[in-house]
């Protein structure tokens, strides 16, 4: 293989042994593309403005660059305006490694020829590219023959890398479109390494859907900016596509004006969800418990219940349905089932034959870390949340919520997420 550290300050010789100058960078076109193909190289002579040569004029690029034609003869590249320069807009800059699903640094790039022209294949972001640069790749291999250690090249295929480039367009749009491929919590890592200008500009491709995926997934600094970024009616929109618990705790941290903005904008049922959950302080069970859970009415049998479940809307908001809650008309609580008990259970029996009416609580102003010990006692996935002056069930607070605090930063972001889109 060929490495663009290897040609860099090299020679150009001409179809007759004449010296055209040195090797100053080479373009690639069709970044979109798995293997770009070079269109060009920058060649600078003594303190002369670097030429561009056409690619079609390229006979050899290793051992030695060599062109097919006279001095006389070269074709000069006019560039469009979108050509990739790689030492000067790829080498050292930041990726993402998509299949590694990490934020990592360019030390070198791959050329391979096929045929008669010459590709971009790759990326280097091990040790070995920064050793090859700085022109220690021998004395580095023969001391790994002498360790009896294996010389590792850590090459990232180019099909695989996505720039971050905030101020490249069109390179920006390759990278959004190979992002949102990822699940969102790996792509929430990244972004927490990025500094807030490029997380932005990374985000502004996503859709509503997959941007408040990512953004439930992110820190809360970057929530702030990225939202705080958006037109109001896009984040409001982006906002109504968050669980209600997650869009109320960024606009907790808003300022006032903006907050009640962005909630005017919103669509009157989640304006209502997130409103509810802005009355309580952030570390109550209140504050932290979300408004979307699977509901029938007790006088159910299995086969009306399985049926509500799967043609009401407010159903299909509970993502993670582990639990199903039995209401009255005036939504107060009657009992519990497991989706597992329910699926299970003849279709003819009432639901009053399955349901556990035992019930474990909390109220919206119970403490947080209560709410973690009583999910923690009882093995629970979510505790329901009952208004304590007429009884009807506000929410549920899942487990990841309920030991949000009782974790080291690092690990809270580790937990399967049982409520949000």
């Known amino acids: ?57 390229i006979a050899t690029l290793w051992p030695s660059i060599t062109l097919n034609v006279d001095i006389s003869k070269l074709d000069m590249f006019k560039p ?14 930041q990726i993402v490694d998509t299949e590694g699903k990490r934020l990592v640094r360019v030390n070198d790039l791959q050329i391979a020829r096929k045929n008669n022209n010459f590709y971009l294949t790759g990326v280097d972001v091990g040790g070995t590219g920064l050793l090859r640069r700085l022109g220690l790749e021998t004395p580095a291999k023969a001391i790994s023959r002498l360790l009896k250690k294996r010389w590792k090249t850590h090459v990232i295929p180019w099909e695989d890398v ?61 929530q702030q900016a990225v939202i705080s970024a958006l037109q109001p009616e896009r984040a409001a929109d982006v906002l109504e596509e968050m669980d209600p618990d997650e869009a109320a705790d960024i606009l907790a941290d808003m300022d ?14 989640d304006e209502e969800d997130v409103r509810i959950l802005l009355r309580y302080p952030e570390d109550s069970s209140g504050g932290i418990m979300t408004t979307e859970f699977a509901s029938v009415p007790g006088n159910f049998s299995v086969e009306q219940a399985l049926h509500h479940l799967r043609t009401n809307e407010e159903a299909k908001d509970d993502e993670f349905m582990y639990y199903v809650y039995l209401l009255d008309e005036d939504k107060k609580l009657q009992g519990v089932i497991s989706l597992r008990d329910l ?69 809270k972001k580790k937990l399967p997420r049982f409520s949000g889109r």
Do not use: C
């Open 1 to 57: 293989m060929i490495y663009l550290s290897k040609l860099l300050g090299q020679k150009v010789w001409d179809a007759f042994g004449h010296v055209v100058g040195k090797l100053d960078d080479l373009l690639v076109d069709r970044t979109d593309q798995s293997m770009p193909p070079i269109t060009a190289i920058s060649i600078r002579s003594g303190s002369d403005e670097p030429k561009l040569i056409d690619a079609k004029d």
């Open 80 to 93: 469009a305006g979108h050509e990739l320069y790689l030492k000067q807009r790829a080498l050292d800059q």
């Open 162 to 222: 996505a720039s971050i480039e905030h101020d490249d367009p069109l390179r920006l749009k390759v990278s959004q479109d190979r992002l949102v491929q990822m699940e969102p919590a790996d792509i929430a890592l990244i972004l927490n390494d990025l500094d807030h200008h490029t997380s932005k500009a990374l985000l502004q491709g996503f859709t509503d859907e997959q941007l408040a995926d990512t953004l439930e997934e992110s820190s809360a600094e970057v």
């Open 256 to 269: 006032d004006q903006i907050s009640e903005q962005l909630l005017n904008l919103m669509e009157d049922e």
């Open 343 to 411: 699926v299970t259970a003849p279709l003819d029996q009432d639901l009053s034959s399955w349901f556990d009416d035992d019930v474990v609580v909390v109220n919206p102003l119970t403490p947080q870390k209560e709410a973690a010990y009583l999910v923690a006692k009882y093995n629970l996935m979510a505790v329901p949340v009952i208004d304590p002056d007429n009884n009807a069930m506000l929410g549920i607070v899942t487990v990841d919520d309920a030991i949000d605090t009782m974790l080291p930063t690092a690990w």
